[in-house]
């Protein structure tokens, strides 16, 4: 067979990893042709394409990022779009196409499959961790584990001058890495989007703690997260064709309304791309590993429209279109237990 690789949306770590495990299984096992689409779907319509064999893909297990690039957008954007997929598959030979990406490029993939009936199949990843059907995405452990790092880096600076430290980490319609590194850094509070919070009352759990004599405070806030409706103004933001919001700096806003509130000294921390980038975590890698073996599989059943997902630790299938239009969310129950008893 011949089966052609892109990544697609934000990179993640765990994206070289997943790659390296197709190509390999597909040599090895099956005799197949790999071929890997350069930026996304921009190099299946342009046709710019790379050989993904072994001695490509040497080397690349532990490296962030993505051999192949990766770009935002589809064939959908543009009035030929599809037909020049359309062409790419027929040009290229391709039996399969395996699209590794989050619910952007998953949405896609599963219309070309649906409307146009093209042979694809998805691989779920995103540090956000927010695709519907599987339990977890490859990169988002990793990108906790940076966010914890740096707050237990932030805790012992801010213990010194008895600061805020209001560290901002993304996730723009999810909070689970704000919820998990916020657990695991034992953060003061976790703002995250599926519950706006109320400044006033986060202020107050601060000034309490403070006036306790407890040195430090870390609020760990996902850069998607919005105050309660009429509490605090937050500028309108652009918002792109995709839905997407420009960032709005959250935390910039609330750092100085908690330091007017508490008269405590407050300094804000965006962990932005340091999140995304650099070497996946050995669970990671593991994951993603075992999602390129299983693609290969999926491709081989002809399990087309398909993604391969986590689901209670082993790996599944799961219909692509069951990301369109929707996002995971995180788990409130964990969210208000962890609140009610560490942050007050
Ligand atoms: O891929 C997801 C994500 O990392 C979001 O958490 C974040 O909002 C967004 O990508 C940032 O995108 P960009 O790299 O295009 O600024």
Redesign the pocket.
Known sequence: MRIGVLTG????PGLNAVIRAIVRKAESRFGDEVIGFMDAWDGVMEQRTMTLDTAAVRGILPRGGTILGTR?GGPFDTADGVERVRKSFEDNRLDALIVIG?NGSLTVGSLLHEQYGLPIIGVPK???NDVVGTDATFGFQT?VQIATDAIDRLHTTAESHDRVMVVEV???DAGW?ALQAGIAGGATAILVPEVPFDIDELSAVIAHRHDRGRYASVVVVA??ALPKAGTLAIPDVAVNQYG?HS?RNIAQLIAPEITKRTGYESRVVQLG?V??GGTPTSYDRVLSTRFGLAAVDAVHDSAFGQMVVLRCGEIARESMSATRGKIKTINLDLFADVSATFFG
């Open positions: 949306g934000g990179d993640c935002r989050g995103t540090i956000d990108a993304m996730g723009r890495i850069e998607g997407h960032p791309h999140q995304r």
